[in-house]
Structure formats: structure tokens, C-alpha cells
């Protein structure tokens, strides 16, 4: 089969690894319009399930990912003084980059040809040269936009404003920070990737933001004053930038992933807001799951088929998951009234993803700790 896929994220690597793996035949190129090295973003995060997917799907690249990964256990959730932190809970974090460059490699050892510097803009005439077209571009898709009348998209655009920083403070576990000053209130979700490294967002509403003079302010300036805002948590590390810019998340639906020859794959088909941490989880696992319809289908059209109708619900669980939590941390004010114990209960409830019964599994302590506090 010859494939085309546009974008070289983890979405179209991993899938043109595991098509090349299911058939060395198959003639696969990707076509990516940065270099090798021109990435974005500081580290992803994988959950345990997802690791163990990882090492079904393709255990050469799950063992250099788990080499060079930090695994935590630990949400701790800091307000003022105080940091409380529930145990249980099973992720890792891994620099994007160095996630890339393994995809990269692996893909071409097994005969993937990656176009770097290769910006397809004539999507018709790729789509018309293979006999499947992976749109695997990401969140602003051209693809999707090209045949937007077949997909249906909707793109909504939220009212928080983010920003993706790194920092050589380590953050020990997934911590969410929540910081006041008289412009408003400011949220961090941070997490070691490596040995120095750790990933620190900040989000804000837009009266903070706007009170904040952070719509004016250049970005050196910007950094500085998140600095102070959150300088009990850097203890004098600098925030690190790469091309760091605040932006809306954009969340994006499709009403169909497929026609014809054409999918999309990742951030191109669907996003779920960042504080659930699975952009690269769910378009490595979207690629698995595409894989192994091609497993059981010769035929594209079939193939295709297949994969929407077992995936979609999936995903729209994971999306509408996604959501409560959006919603939790775009309606902040009305949860930092509560002490620390109430406030951790009510994020780790957040999302509907867990119960009070799983919660206990994984800390019973915190949960004992919390129904004192309320009794
Ligand atoms: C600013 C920013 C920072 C982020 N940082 C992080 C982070 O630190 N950790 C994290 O977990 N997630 C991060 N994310 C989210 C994460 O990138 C995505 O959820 C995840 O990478 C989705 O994978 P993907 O393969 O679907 O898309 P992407 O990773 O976006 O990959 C799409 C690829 O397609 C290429 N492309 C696009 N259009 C074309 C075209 N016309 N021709 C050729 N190539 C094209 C792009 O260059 C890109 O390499 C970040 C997102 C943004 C916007």
C-alpha cells in the first residue's frame, strides 16, 4: 500500500511505524514541514496504560521512551502555604523532543522515507498519488480545512488564556499550583520530564490576564512577572522559553474522521484540554488504533470504517472527561474559597474520570484525611 501521511508528530511517526512494521511492503512517506530538531513543547505525560499500549504496539521504541522517562505517583495540589498530595496514581513524563527523535529513528530504520522541511500545501494532488492520505498535521490541519465539507469541524474557541514554559525546577510529580495577586489568580500544572527539566504551564482567565497588563507586555517581561507570581514554587529557577506565547485552547471535534481515502489522526481530528494531559496519548493511541483496523482490512474504505465507528466513542468519553476538567480551571474563582483538602478533592473529581471508590484504592489516606475534614 503506498501511504501519504502530512505532519511528522507522534500521531503520523507512530502510525508509519507500525504500518511499516505490519508490512515492510507497504511504501510510507512523511512529510514534515520543520526540520528534525525544530520542535516545539517541553515534556508529554503517558499513564501507566498508556506505557503498557506503547509496549504492545512496538517494544523497541517503548524501550528507549521508558529509558529515558521520570515516573511519578504523586498529584500534589499547593495553596499558600500548604501542599497536599494524593499518592496512587501511576504517570511519567518524557521530553517531547527526545520522544520525536526516537519516532524519527525508529520510522526510518524500518523504511519510513520523512520528508523534513516538506510543507504539503497541494493536499489534492498527494491524496490523488497514494491509496491512503493521513492527515496527522495537528491542531491548525490543512488537510482537515481542504475537506472540511466532508469532515464537519467545529472549533471552539475557550476563554482561558495559556502559556507553555519549561523550568530546571523539578517538580517531583504532576503539581498544580494556584497563585493570587491583585490581578487575578494564576494556575500552574508543572512535572519533571527528565533529570533537570520539568514542564510548567500557566493559565489564566481573561480578567487576569487583562488586569494583569499581560496583553501588552513583550515576552521578557511576561516571563518575569510569571516569575514573581510564582517565585515560592521556582525558588529562584527562571522560567525557560521556547517560543512561548500565550494562546486559547482551541477544542476541536469532527463529525466524521474519514472519507474516501482520507483520515486524520491526533490533534488534526480531535483535542482534549491539556490539564488531563493526553494530547500525545491520545494521537499515538488514535495511530494504534487506525494500525490494527489495517490489521483486519485489506481494504481501505473498510479499514477506515472500522476505525471510526470503535475509536470515536472513545474518544467522545474522553473529550466530554476532558471538558469538566477545562471547566474546572477556566471557573477557578469559584473554587479557591475551599481549605487544601477540599480544594485537592475536588480536582481530583474533577474530570468524572474518577469515583470516590478509585480515589480510595489509590489513597485511602487522602480520602480519610478529607471525610474527617468534612464530617
Ligand atoms: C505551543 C504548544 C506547545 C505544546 N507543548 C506540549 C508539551 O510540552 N507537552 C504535551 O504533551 N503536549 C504539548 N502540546 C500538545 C501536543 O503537541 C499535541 O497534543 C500532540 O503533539 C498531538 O500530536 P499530533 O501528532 O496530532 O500533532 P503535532 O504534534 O502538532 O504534529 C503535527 C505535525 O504536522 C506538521 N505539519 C502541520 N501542517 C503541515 C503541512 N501542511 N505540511 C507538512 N507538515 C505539517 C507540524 O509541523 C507538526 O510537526 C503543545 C501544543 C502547543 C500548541
Redesign the pocket.
Known amino acids: 500500500m503506498k501511504i501519504n501521511i ?7 511517526l507512530y502510525f508509519a511505524i507500525l504500518m511499516m512494521k505490519a508490512n515492510p511492503v507497504n511504501e510510507i512517506t512523511v ?4 526540520g528534525p530538531d525544530d ?7 503517558f499513564s501507566g496504560r498508556t506505557l503498557r499500549n506503547l509496549r504492545d504496539a512496538d517494544a523497541e521504541s517503548h524501550a528507549q521512551i521508558t529509558r529515558q522517562f521520570e515516573a511519578w505517583d504523586n498529584v500534589d495540589v499547593v495553596r499558600g502555604d500548604e501542599k497536599i498530595s494524593v499518592r496512587g496514581n501511576s504517570f511519567s513524563g518524557v521530553s ?1 523532543l527526545q520522544l520525536l527523535k526516537i519516532l524519527q529513528r525508529r520510522a526510518q530504520q524500518l523504511g519510513v522515507a520523512i520528508l523534513f522541511h ?4 497541494d493536499i489534492e494532488s498527494r491524496r490523488a498519488d497514494c491509496d491512503l492520505l493521513v492527515g ?7 488537510v482537515r480545512q481542504r475537506f472540511a465539507e466532508h469532515f464537519g469541524p467545529t472549533l471552539s474557541v475557550r476563554s482561558n488564556r495559556y502559556i ?1 514554559y519549561g523550568t530546571n525546577q523539578l517538580f517531583h510529580g504532576l503539581t498544580l499550583t494556584f497563585r493570587e495577586n491583585e490581578a487575578g489568580i494564576f494556575s500552574a500544572h508543572s512535572y519533571k520530564f527528565n533529570q533537570t527539566t520539568s ?1 510548567f504551564i500557566v493559565e489564566c482567565d481573561p480578567q487576569t490576564w487583562e488586569q494583569a497588563e499581560l496583553t501588552t507586555m513583550n515576552e521578557a517581561d511576561t516571563r518575569s512577572y510569571i516569575e514573581q507570581v510564582f517565585a515560592p514554587d521556582l525558588q529562584g529557577h527562571p522560567l525557560l522559553s521556547n517560543n512561548s506565547k500565550w ?1 486559547n485552547f482551541i477544542l476541536v471535534k469532527n463529525a466524521r474522521w474519514a472519507f474516501d481515502n482520507v483520515v486524520l ?4 481530528m480531535h ?1 482534549a484540554h ?1 490539564s488531563i ?1 493526553s ?2 496519548k491520545l ?1 499515538i493511541e488514535d495511530a494504534i488504533a487506525l494500525a490494527e483496523s489495517f490489521q483486519r482490512h485489506d481494504d481501505v474504505s473498510e479499514a477506515l470504517l472500522e476505525f471510526e465507528s470503535n475509536r470515536k466513542p472513545y474518544i467522545e468519553e474522553y473529550q466530554a472527561a476532558a471538558l469538566e476538567s477545562m471547566l474546572w480551571f477556566e471557573n477557578i474563582r469559584q473554587y479557591l474559597h475551599l481549605d487544601p483538602i477540599r480544594l485537592a478533592y475536588s480536582l481530583m473529581m474533577r474530570s468524572g474520570r474518577v469515583d470516590p471508590e478509585e480515589l480510595k484504592k489509590r489513597d485511602a489516606a487522602f480520602v480519610a484525611a478529607y471525610e474527617a475534614a468534612i464530617s
Do not use: K, M, Q
Not at 502530512?6 to 503520523?12: D, L, N, Q, R, S
Not at 516538506?118 to 500545501?121: A, M, R
Not at 489522526?265 to 488534526?268: E, M, N
Open positions: 502530512i505532519g511528522g508528530g507522534p500521531a503520523g512529510h514534515e514541514r520543520n520542535t516545539f513543547g517541553w515534556g508529554v505525560v517531547r516538506s510543507e504539503i500545501n496527522a498535521d495537528g491542531i491548525n490541519s490543512t507553555w514542564t494562546i489522526l491526533g490533534d488534526a483535542t491539556f494531559g494530547g500525545t494521537a
